[in-house]
Every structure is written in C-alpha cells, then in structure tokens.
C-alpha cells in the first residue's frame, strides 16, 4: 500500500499537547467517487489543532487523525488550487453548511492536511487566488473564511463602520483588520505588544491601544476572538446596539456575561464558526479584487512542525505560521502518494 509523509495526532494531553503529534506514514487518501485528492504544498497551524491535541473539542474515538485544516496545493490535473475547509451538506444546514448539525472541520472526523495528499469533497477544492504565493493562500481558509464571515455576515460591517479587533497579533485577528480596513470601516485594534500594534496600523487599522484602554470612539462592531481576557472591554467598546462576534476563547470561556450590560445598551451578542462556502468564495474575491494578502509570521518544513506549535502556543507570532509539506515542482505520481 502507498503511503504519504504526515503529522498525526495519536494521543490527547491537556498540559503537554505536542506529545500526541507523531511524524509518520499514513495510507495514501487514493481515490474516491465525488472526492478530489489535492497534494499539499502548503498548510498553516491553527489553535484548532492545539486544542485537539489538548482533548478540547474532539472526541478520544477519532484517533489517530491527521490534523490540519488548512491547504493550498495542486490537484490531479495539475491545477494551483485551495481548499475550503468545512465538510458538510448545505441543505442540512438550511441553506448554510456551518449550521448542519453534522458538520465538521477538516482533521475532526477526516484526515487533514498536515499530509503530503488530502481528500476532500470536490466541491472544497476552488482556485488558489493567483496573486498569493502558495504559502499566502494557505493562510486563508480558517483564518480568513473565518474573519470574513464574522465581519460581513454576522456584524454586517459596512464602509464607515468603526470595528474594534481585540488581539491583533493573530490569525483571524490580523485577517479582519485586513479585510475591514479594505472594505473601507475604521479599524481599532488591541494588542499587548508595541511591535504588534504598529504593524496594525500598517495593514490599515486606524487607532491602536492596548488591550482595556479606552478607544477614540464607541464601535459598531467587535471581532473578539481572546476571550475572558478582553470580553469586558469588547462589552464596553460597543455603541448602543452594537454587536460582539465572538468566534474563539483562546484566554478562556467563562467571563462574566454583564447581561445588564447586554440588555440596557441592547448588544448583539453572535457567535459565530468558519465559514460557509459561498462566503468562502466571496473572501476569494475580494482578496483578488482588493490585493489584500495574509500576514506569514514563518514557514517552517513539515519536519519543524513541533516548533511552530511551540510558537503559535507561545502567542508571540505575528499572523500566521505555515508548514511546507512539497515542493510546487515535485511531479505527482498519478494514483499515488509520491514518496512511499
Ligand atoms: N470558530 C471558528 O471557526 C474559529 C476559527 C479560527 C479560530 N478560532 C479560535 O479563535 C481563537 C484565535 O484563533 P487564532 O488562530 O487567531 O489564534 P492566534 O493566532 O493564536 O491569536 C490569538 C491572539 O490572541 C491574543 N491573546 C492571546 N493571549 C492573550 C491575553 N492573555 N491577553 C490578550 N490577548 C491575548 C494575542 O494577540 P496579541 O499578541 O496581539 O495581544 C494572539 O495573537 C482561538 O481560540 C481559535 O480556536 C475559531
């Protein structure tokens, strides 16, 4: 049986989460009816695979798995093309794939992409926006999928919107000061580092302050993805009946709710999770249409892939960190999984 070169996942520690991940073989994904096979050439980290290997989310039954979620690569034909993450069926979900109950991230209930090959729904494998680099485009499907929806789905961000972003130093995070300062809002952002801030005001954001300290104005909008560390100052940020999206809690869940808060100033509180494909596309479009690109705070080969978890658990990176699993230049061995 041909094998491909991956990262797996074949055990769960909350304290010590990169124990778990093993470099090793996996089957070669093959063939499948309505499925495409897609060489990775490129894939980014995300907190989803940490919480993964910390038992957060996902069941001890579905080891060993292949993390990631994230890829940009080539498919059978040849053709530079990017993966949408969520597989899912939209009429399930009413229309919307992120709301069927049976949903999953890629590296949930499928292998994911920290592999030489990935399989994935036809349908997930669209065109790598031919002005990023490979590495650029690996950064967009979680992150940015994710920041668009909360942007224009959730919070219905329009120009001349003002829009907080709490954390700017991160994934999701730098894509939605990216992508509102494009839309043309006005972006404060939060970061607890100098070097942080000043690069927001580079990728458009308006006004930086530390993480708490008081903004210029109240905001239409927050893009909270920290949690319990800034959720009190994304309450009182807002405007009467502005709108928190919340999409993560990396700083933990259970902050105090201020429900009189919530209700006397009638805040909109969303949660909100990925992205569904017709956003997913819309993000694409957008990126080409404006020349927005991602933030790479490194690219690391597979085999470094324990330290680029170091650091993005260190949460001293800025944007995102990516993994280079082939070369764009390696021919496929048609049916395989190249080096078995
Ligand atoms: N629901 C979804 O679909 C979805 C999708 C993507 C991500 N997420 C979740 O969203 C969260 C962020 O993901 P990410 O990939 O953007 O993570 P990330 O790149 O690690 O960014 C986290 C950011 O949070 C800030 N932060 C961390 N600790 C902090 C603290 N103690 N006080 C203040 N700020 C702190 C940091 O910003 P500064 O260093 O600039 O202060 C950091 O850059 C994660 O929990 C992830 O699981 C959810």
Known sequence: MSTVRAAICVSQNPTDPLAGLVLGEVPDPGAREGWTRVRVVATALNMHDLWTMRGIGHPPEHLPIVLGCDAAGLDEDGNEVIVYPVIADADRGLGDETLDPGRALLSERHNGTFAEYVSVPTRCVLPKPAGLTFAEAACLPVAWG??????????????????????????????????????????????????????????????????????????????????????SHSLKALRPGGTVVVCGATTGDQPPADLSRVFYQQLRVIGSTASSRP??????????????????????????????????????????????????????????GGQS
């Not at 300062?181 to 070097?195: D, I, K």
């Not at 302050?209 to 959720?231: C, Q, Y």
């Not at 892939?305 to 061995?333: C, M, N, W, Y």
Request: charged share 20%.
């Open 279 to 336: 956003e997913f596309v819309q993000m694409l479009r957008m990126v080409e249409a404006t020349g927005v690109k991602p933030i790479v705070d490194r690219v690391l080969p597979l085999e470094a892939i324990h330290d680029g978890f170091r650091h993005l658990e260190s949460g001293d990176l800025l944007g995102k960190v990516v993994i280079q699993v082939t070369t764009p230049a390696e021919t496929p061995i048609p049916g395989q």
């Open 146 to 231: 994710t920041a668009y929806r909360m942007l224009f789905t959730q919070a219905g961000v329009r120009a001349g919107d003002r829009v907080l972003v709490q954390g700017a130093g991160g994934g999701v995070a730098s894509a939605a000061i990216i992508l509102a300062s494009a839309a043309g809002a006005v972006v404060f952002a939060t970061s607890r580092s100098e070097a942080k801030r000043a690069a927001a005001l580079s990728w458009g954001a308006t006004a930086v302050v530390e993480p708490g300290a008081r903004l210029p104005e109240r905001v239409d909008a927050v893009i909270e993805t920290v949690g319990a560390a800034t959720w």
